[in-house]
Each structure stands twice: as structure tokens, then as C-alpha cells.
């Protein structure tokens, strides 16, 4: 079973990009964690990462095709991207929704997720573990699917 991680703007610059905010931490080493974490529980990981709204929206659509859900981190395009939004919901397979930091600890326009209503649930605060816990929400609904 396949799951994609899709991180949005910024994301590729972890590690350098206010670490006392997302930590010191790698994208590349973020997505090496997790590939193992997945793989023992059986799942398949695919990375994509772009600082384009147009191309995570086409990752989604790709998505419906082979993923069984999505992990994503939609940066700051979460807040107001009514795009990325209706492509999470036109897909029909759970998402869930994943941020470093808390945003609701910080700016105020962070408060508001318009993606968090089509998604499975939201995640966020645990820095790269965010991620871990993600990949543990979706497993936990397949395996409620299964039953």
C-alpha cells in the first residue's frame, strides 16, 4: 500500500529556515526516518516536495491513482489555498494534514486552515514526528477500513 508525503513551500529548506521554530532537522533525513518507519509497518513511501501550488495540486490528483492517503504539509499555502483545498477534496482518499510547529501558538493568520475541513485530521506541534504520528493515523484507519 502506497501513501504519498507531500510538503509544500519552504519545506525544502529545513534545517536552515528558523530552526528554533522547525528544528534542525532535514527534510531528506525527515523522509529517511519515516521511509523506514513505514516500511516496517508495510507501507511504501512517495516523496514529493514543491514551492508550487500548481504541482502539489497535480500530486494530489495523481495520488487517487496509486495512494491509499496522503501525508501532507501544505506550508503556508494551508491557510489560504482554496485550490489545494477542492483538489484534497475531488481526490477521495484520506489526507492528513501535518505542521512542524504549533500554529496555533503563533501568528494569528496560522490559526485558520481552510484544508483542514476536507481532511482525515490535523496534525501539528510535534515537529518531525508530526509526520510519525500522521503515518500512524492513517494506518489506524485502514485498518478500521478492514473490518
Request: hydrophobic share 40%.
Amino acid at each position: 500500500m502506497k501513501i504519498l508525503v507531500i510538503n509544500g513551500p519552504n519545506l525544502n529548506l529545513l534545517g536552515e529556515r528558523e530552526p528554533n521554530v522547525y528544528g534542525n532537522e532535514t527534510l531528506s533525513s525527515i523522509n529517511e526516518e519515516l521511509s523506514v518507519k513505514a516500511e516496517k509497518m508495510g507501507y511504501e513511501l512517495k516523496f514529493f516536495q514543491s514551492n508550487s501550488e500548481g504541482e502539489l495540486i497535480d500530486a494530489l490528483h495523481a495520488s487517487r491513482l496509486d495512494c491509499a492517503g496522503v501525508i501532507l504539509n501544505a506550508g503556508a499555502y494551508t491557510h489560504y489555498s482554496y485550490a489545494i483545498r477542492d483538489a484534497i477534496a475531488a481526490i477521495k482518499i484520506p489526507v492528513v494534514e501535518v505542521h512542524l510547529s504549533n500554529v496555533n501558538s503563533r501568528d494569528e493568520f496560522r490559526k485558520t486552515s481552510v484544508i483542514a475541513p476536507v481532511c482525515a485530521g490535523t496534525i501539528a506541534g510535534f515537529g518531525k514526528y508530526s509526520y510519525h504520528l500522521a503515518l500512524d493515523a492513517l494506518d489506524y484507519r485502514f485498518s478500521k477500513e478492514k473490518k
